[in-house]
T-cell receptor
Framework: DADVTQTPRNRITKTGKRIMLECSQT?????MYWYRQDPGLGLRLIYY???????NKGEISDGYSVSRQAQAKFSLSLESAIPNQTALYFCATAEGGRGETQYFGPGTRLLVL | EDQVTQSPEALRLQEGESSSLNCSYTVSGLRGLFWYRQDPGKGPEFLFT???AGEEKEKERLKATLTKKESFLHITAPKPEDSATYLCAVQGTDTGFQKLVFGTGTRLLVSP
């Protein structure tokens, strides 16, 4: 089984709809991250969490919210989806320490019409 | 502000034709430099972490090296299964958390 799983893997939604992307991990890591990837722009950080009670905004958090339900679960919500939120979304986990390595999930491809 | 620039954007090689990918970076203090491999439609797969200039790491046909300004990913005698996008990222010391700043990647295609 994969260490980091994301659901759904693909999602099509309409402008104005609220949607949730979910991430679960079995690596036992405390730190979890949400990124989006757009062609030509690379991966950009949306939100990150160092533990269940610690949630922080990344560089592009507007229009998004997150929930850390447990150490192993970190959800990303789009409150009112808009077309420019069409992208690939990745969850990542890390255990911290020197040169913290992040491990990525398989991604969710989101299309907002 | 930490920055990462990767070159070339795309590279086409024949099987067995060795080459190198470049990752130039600016960071106030380097905590770590990371290489990932990403296949189409999949998440980045961790390859290497380099911590200080002069460090080298190898894995099969891949070898990563690091200087104070850039990192190279050397690919020796590549095979078609090495075709992927290779991402470089840095983690600096001047932020309050371990943020990764990514480059836009090099798309590698290895033809049989």
């Amino acid at each position: 089984d994969a260490d980091v799983t994301q659901t759904p893997r693909n999602r099509i939604t309409k402008t104005g709809k609220r949607i949730m992307l979910e991430c679960s991990q079995t690596k036992g890591h405390d730190r979890m991250y949400w990124y989006r990837q757009d062609p030509g722009l690379g991966l950009r950080l949306i939100y990150y969490s160092f533990d269940v009670k610690d949630i922080n905004k990344g560089e592009i958090s507007d229009g998004y919210s997150v929930s850390r339900q447990a150490q192993a679960k970190f959800s990303l919500s789009l409150e009112s989806a808009i077309p420019n939120q069409t992208a690939l979304y990745f969850c990542a986990t890390a255990e911290g320490g020197r040169g913290e390595t992040q491990y990525f999930g398989p991604g969710t491809r989101l299309l907002v019409l | 502000e930490d920055q990462v620039t990767q070159s070339p954007e795309a590279l086409r090689l024949q099987e067995g034709e060795s080459s190198s990918l470049n990752c130039s970076y600016t960071v106030s203090g380097l905590r770590g430099l990371f290489w990932y491999r990403q296949d189409p439609g999949k998440g980045p797969e961790f390859l290497f972490t380099l911590y200080s200039a002069g460090e080298e790491k190898e894995k099969e046909r891949l070898k990563a090296t690091l200087t104070k300004k850039e990192s190279f990913l050397h690919i020796t005698a590549p095979k078609p299964e090495d075709s992927a996008t290779y991402l470089c990222a840095v983690q600096g010391t001047d932020t309050g958390f371990q943020k990764l700043v990514f480059g836009t990647g090099t798309r590698l295609l290895v033809s049989p």
